[in-house]
């Protein structure tokens, strides 16, 4: 079976279930961590799991529920155990392709101008009017925020192209971080792949 894409955090749930396995809440840190500001939580994450911190979508990075749940698994002494008990090792090969980073810029705006063309600005529109507290978790959404600011004239459409291909870019680049730390990933540059002399191995096996 091949796995293509995903988080960091997404992939080590595949691969390491048991650390996503249910930690019993701590209600007493909870009421703490409510107490603190978006930027503390993530640096109280970053502090105390700069891994997990990195693998985060941006998504969770801007909530607060899911930081403080972050917070409280890394804050355990206690290793997490399955509900179902032990969990069989899998094992699993992992190939990782490296894109340079201006190949990667060029279809990120691509993607971007897609998006854009298939309706992103009435998209939110619509959220706005149908949810208008701009503090809820669909606000950290990658290019909610340009497009709220072209909705409301701050700035023009060359700007929102801008501003979002750069969020984007700065996620995907915490991204590579976190694979580059992976000692298990084998590389292969983009460029190369197709002019390889035999196909690549993964696990003693060829693909």
Excluded: C
């Amino acid at each position: 079976m091949f796995i293509v894409g995903g988080t960091g955090f997404y992939l080590k749930s595949l691969t390491e279930p048991d650390t996503l396995a249910k930690i019993p809440p701590n209600e007493a840190l909870r009421r703490h961590l409510e107490e603190l500001s978006l930027e503390k939580l993530q640096q109280k994450l970053r502090d105390l799991d700069s891994k997990r911190f990195i693998s985060m979508n941006q998504s969770d990075v801007n909530n607060p529920r899911r930081l403080i749940r972050a917070i409280e698994v890394a804050s355990t002494s206690i290793r997490p155990i399955s509900p179902m008990g032990p969990i069989r090792p899998i094992s699993f090969s992992w190939l990782g392709i490296r894109i340079p980073l201006a190949r990667l810029r060029e279809r990120i705006q691509s993607r971007v101008l897609t998006r854009l063309d298939r309706g992103a600005v009435a998209e939110v529109e619509n959220l706005l009017a149908s949810y208008p507290d701009q503090t809820l978790p669909v606000y950290t959404t990658l290019g909610v925020r340009p497009i709220i600011k072209f909705i409301n004239q701050e700035i023009d459409f060359k700007e929102l192209v801008s501003l979002w291909v750069t969020d984007e870019m700065n996620y995907a680049k915490r991204q590579i971080t976190w694979f580059k730390k992976q000692p298990e990933i084998v590389w292969y540059d983009q460029d190369r792949i197709n002019t390889l002399s035999s196909p690549p191995k993964l696990g003693g096996e060829t693909l």
